[in-house]
């Protein structure tokens, strides 16, 4: 499980603290830096998330990124009023970076040829645009997000 390993290398190896200090040297202030380093370390967890099985609809990849308490923790899923919520712009970003992962990873893969990049490129922001969609359905209430991603 290359991913978990690189993930838990993050945290064994201190790389979280490393990224955060080069980024505030940059002129990031602490809570922009931790917010990357939380990005960073999610996206390491879910790099592959457009070529895992059983991930073809969106739902199943809704199902599973909520499942990570840190997904949650970046997205502020949060309780108001006995409903589930998540933010907006949170959401949009992970998608953002969803997508940038995503678009490096097909580009980079030599045994693709360029016909068969273009493709699963057009999968991945067909995917990415659904979730978009659901979300904005979903009023940013967790439960609509996973019955409009079933859709």
Request: charged letters at 20%; a negative charge.
């Amino acid at each position: 499980d290359y991913a978990e390993q690189s993930r838990s290398w993050i945290d064994e190896w201190l790389l979280g603290r490393i990224i955060s200090g080069t980024l505030r040297d940059r002129g990031a202030d602490e809570q922009q830096s931790a917010l990357a380093v939380t990005v960073i370390k999610n996206m390491t967890s879910h790099q592959s998330w457009f070529e895992t099985p059983g991930l073809d609809h969106a739902y199943q990849l809704v199902e599973t990124l909520l499942s990570d308490g840190e997904v949650q923790q970046l997205l502020r899923v949060n309780r108001y009023q006995d409903i589930l919520w998540f933010d907006k712009h949170a959401f949009e970003r992970l998608l953002w970076w969803m997508l940038v992962v995503a678009v490096v990873t097909i580009g980079a893969d030599s045994t693709r040829t360029p016909a068969e990049a273009s493709g699963a490129i057009g999968e991945v922001y067909r995917t990415i645009s659904q979730l978009r969609a659901a979300a904005e359905a979903s009023g940013y209430q967790v439960e609509k997000l996973l019955a409009m991603a079933q859709v």
